[in-house]
């Protein structure tokens, strides 16, 4: 429901008062719980009377984006900038990632403040300083690449030293140090490379760079309804977007009465939408907010959900990634209405492109892709452009018929060349492949392409909210302009932000580039956001939804989200689901020298935090023997106040068991290297010793616990946004993403773990059994560790 005008109004005020654009503020009131959160935040931050542009841009960010399980914790956040101690978009997201680590519990103002770099002024004869020792460094390479030089990636070096510097001050020095070491460029310089070019995605936006629009953080994201902003079906006759034409003409697109009558007939007013995956590759985590999207808008309208293959590309689909769609898909937890391929209506589309032609809206063209590229950016028409309908007609045909060789020929929507949208340029309709289709085999040596296919397939299928990322919305006009020349059913279009992960790429190209060429294990790496990747690790696609459910479906600028939300609700689901086990990772032998070599204890662990003893279930049976094993971590030679380890003539509570005091330490022949450790065990328990260890004991004298591979994955990039660096992407990929420990030792209840079995290792994190375990030999992989340390451990 839209707030009342007079309130609109007041809250307008309000959030312009705080330095929001009007278009901003408008756009925001549009949302109601945004809305909401933003008048809370203006108040609890004590700045209705107004603030500066900055201070407002931070408070707007934690309306939308402060983590909903700590809002226990947003006053303190506020106080801190107002008092402009928190004053950049960098100390605000460390500070969300702190706090998403931290949920509700009580925390040290001094952790928090280091995690935020607050008091830190970086000053520009710092930024100079780190500047120089980056050149001299890497003086070498720059004067070999000149003004090739990866400039992002010099950026990103310097960020890494001094995370809080003013990045435009650290921009504008290098480019000054450039200047001073390279000076003017040369006709070389601006030559461009010979070699061959790729399309390059469009790096996401740092949220650093401006205000932070229309992404939700909501109080309770279980009340949420992200469908709200949807229009009903039978609402499909209002103008859709309105077409503006070099002269001056406008095509207001909206389907007729008769037109909107005849789809409801064919529908019976249910939602229909579409999940439209082009089957070149594997999904990854941006293809869960499309899904939910897409099937969730279905579902909560009662409607129907098509899952369509986009397989107009015959050279770049596989049947194995067709396959894993379908099965990553349900494994999603949506059910396809039904499953189709664009290839189902190759023959409708080409009935449509010959009418089209017909109606004087297609010719075919023989300008190669470079002139085509030429002529679009002198927005000159092709000088083929206005030949007989009846020859563009026969040339078709004579494509179709194969008569025509590849490349000399394709069929292009006669549009608007002047237009100042790019997408109107006369955009390809189809071109020529000799190439067998793996649906269609042979029958077809023209494919259709994506701008021509897209929209018309979702006309034919009677589609009803044509739902898709930002990056196409600049196609929209396209979209209608094709749908009304043809006289088609035209779908609600609308566009919403692309899910970009920090310390990953999204790109297909750039995916299947590290996967061909083993910078890491496959497509279900671990360490990939792709959907299978992530279900290796053991992340449940009930965390994956929660995360995509809580960042909203809205038209934001596309900024990156920070990689602890989305483990915020891995832990958050983790936490009721998966059992307590214990596991050491690194063994150290103690032999407690006061129970006899012979004897066992049965003790009772527990599975669950909360578990009730009249509930055997909940409880795990663990031997207690002469000889225990604890990890190394947990043992120093030298006692310190803070430290709640074991060491020399210290006590400790070994977990669910008894408190031990260590009495003796044996050495490696080194004299340095603790080979084993000798304790005594309290069976009455009178001491209470303030540390508690996980361990694992051998099941009966002298036999070794069950031994275990444990494979630890950090993030795979080392920069938030790889992408930033350009070229240079593959250079940021961090060498120690991955670590295997081979001689963990695990209790002997997890001997009969199965593949996909999720546990929480105590005091070690959540993992999971990898496909790659054998009999008498598990492989864990870790799923997320027990509490975030990214955000207090810098970049």
């Known amino acids: 429901m839209v707030l009342k005008d007079d309130n609109s109004e007041k809250s307008i005020k309000l959030f312009i008062s705080i330095g929001l654009d009007e278009k901003t503020a408008r756009n925001t009131i549009n949302n109601n719980k945004v809305t909401a959160n933003l008048t809370a935040v203006i108040h609890e931050a004590a700045v209705t009377d107004g603030c500066d542009r900055n201070t407002g841009n931070l408070l707007y960010s934690v309306a939308t984006k402060f983590p909903t399980n700590a809002l226990v914790h ?41 995690a935020c770099g607050v008091g830190i002024e970086v000053s520009p004869e710092d930024i100079e300083k780190a500047v120089k020792g980056i050149f ?38 290098i480019d000054e140090k450039m200047y001073e070491l390279l000076g003017e460029k040369t006709a070389a310089d601006n030559e461009k490379p010979t070699k061959k070019k790729e399309k390059k995605e469009k790096p996401a936006k740092v949220e650093e760079k401006k ?118 898909v349900k494994w999603m937890g949506w059910e396809p209405f039904k499953i189709t391929y664009t290839s189902d209506y190759f023959q409708e589309l080409y009935d449509l492109a010959v009418e089209l032609i017909r109606r004087g809206h297609a010719y075919v063209d023989h300008q190669t892709a470079d002139e085509i590229k030429e002529y679009r950016e002198k927005k000159m028409n092709s000088p083929w452009r206005d030949r007989p309908i009846e020859e563009s007609l026969k040339l078709f045909d004579e494509m179709r018929r194969g008569i025509i060789e590849e490349g000399k020929a394709t069929l292009r929507m006669k ?37 021509y296919a897209h929209c018309t397939v979702d006309s034919l299928e009677n589609i009803t909210h044509s739902l898709c990322t930002l990056e196409f919305e600049t196609r929209r006009a396209s979209y209608y302009w094709l749908l009304h020349s043809l006289s088609l059913y035209m779908p609600y279009v609308w566009e919403y932000s692309r899910l970009n992960v920090t310390n990953t790429v999204m790109s297909k190209r750039k995916l299947n580039y590290i996967v061909t060429n083993k910078y890491v294990d496959g497509w279900d790496d671990p360490r990939l956001l792709t959907l299978s990747g992530l279900r290796r690790r053991g992340v449940t696609s009930t965390a994956i939804n929660a995360f995509v459910r809580g960042i909203g479906i809205t038209r934001s600028d596309g900024s990156m989200i920070h990689v602890s939300r989305l483990e915020h609700h891995i832990r958050e689901e983790l936490n009721k689901t998966a059992p307590r086990t214990m596991v050491v990772l690194n063994p150290l032998k103690v032999v407690i020298t006061n129970l006899e070599s012979d004897k066992l204890i049965e003790l009772d662990a527990k599975r669950w935090p909360d578990a009730q003893n009249d509930d055997p279930s909940a409880f795990y049976k663990v031997p207690f023997s002469r000889v225990v094993y604890i990890d190394q971590s947990d043992f120093r030679m030298k006692d310190s106040k803070d430290y709640y380890g074991l060491a020399p003539g210290k006590s400790v509570l070994l977990r669910y068991a008894f408190p031990i ?135």
């Not at 400039?151 to 003013?166: I, M, N, Q, T, Y």
């Open 74 to 114: 947003r006053p303190t956040l506020l106080k801190y900038i107002v008092n402009s101690k928190i004053k950049t978009p960098a100390q605000l997201e460390a500070a969300f990632a702190f706090f998403a680590s931290t949920g509700p519990e009580d925390f040290k103002l001094n952790e928090f403040e280091e």
């Open 136 to 173: 001299e460094e890497n003086k070498k390479t720059i004067l070999e690449q000149r003004y090739r030089t990866n400039v992002g990636e010099l950026f990103g070096h310097v960020r890494k030293s001094l995370p809080w510097a003013d990045p435009k001050i650290v921009k504008k020095l």
């Open 211 to 328: 205000a932070v629009v229309e992404t939700t953080a909501e109080p309770s994201e279980e009340e949420l309804n992200p469908y709200t902003i949807f229009p009903q079906p039978e609402q499909n006759f209002m103008v859709h977007t309105e077409v503006f034409f070099s002269d001056g003409s406008i095509l207001r697109c909206s389907n007729t009465k008769e037109v909107l009558d005849k789809h409801l007939k064919v529908t019976g007013g249910k939602v229909y939408t579409r999940f439209p995956p082009e089957p070149n590759g594997y999904l990854h985590i941006g293809h869960a907010k499309a899904m939910f999207v897409d099937f969730g808008l279905a579902k909560e309208r009662g409607g129907c959900c098509y899952l369509r293959y986009d397989d107009t590309n015959p050279e770049a689909e596989k049947e194995e990634y067709i396959n894993h769609i379908e099965e990553i």
């Open 415 to 451: 549009q608007d060349m002047q237009s100042d949208n790019f997408n109107m340029y006369d955009l390809i309709a189809y071109r020529i492949k000799f190439a067998p289709h793996p649906k269609a085999g042979d029958k077809w040596c023209i494919y259709p392409s994506y701008d």
């Open 661 to 795: 005091k260590c009495t003796n330490v044996v050495f490696a022949d080194d004299n340095e290297t603790v080979r084993e450790i000798h304790a005594e065990y309290d069976p009455e328990k009178k001491s209470k010793p303030k540390g508690v260890l996980h361990w694992v004991a051998e099941s009966s004298p002298g036999e070794e616990p069950i031994k275990v591979e444990v494979r630890l994955f950090e993030k795979l990039f080392n920069s938030e946004n790889p992408a930033e660096l350009n070229d240079a992407w593959l250079t940021d990929i961090n060498p120690n993403s991955k670590m295997v420990i081979s001689g963990a030792y695990a209790v002997s209840t997890l001997k009969d773990a199965a593949v996909g079995d999720r546990f929480q290792f105590e005091r070690l994190g959540y993992y999971a059994v990898d496909k790659d375990s054998e009999p008498g030999k598990l492989v864990f992989n870790r799923t997320v560790t027990l509490r975030d340390s990214y955000g207090k451990g810098g970049k």
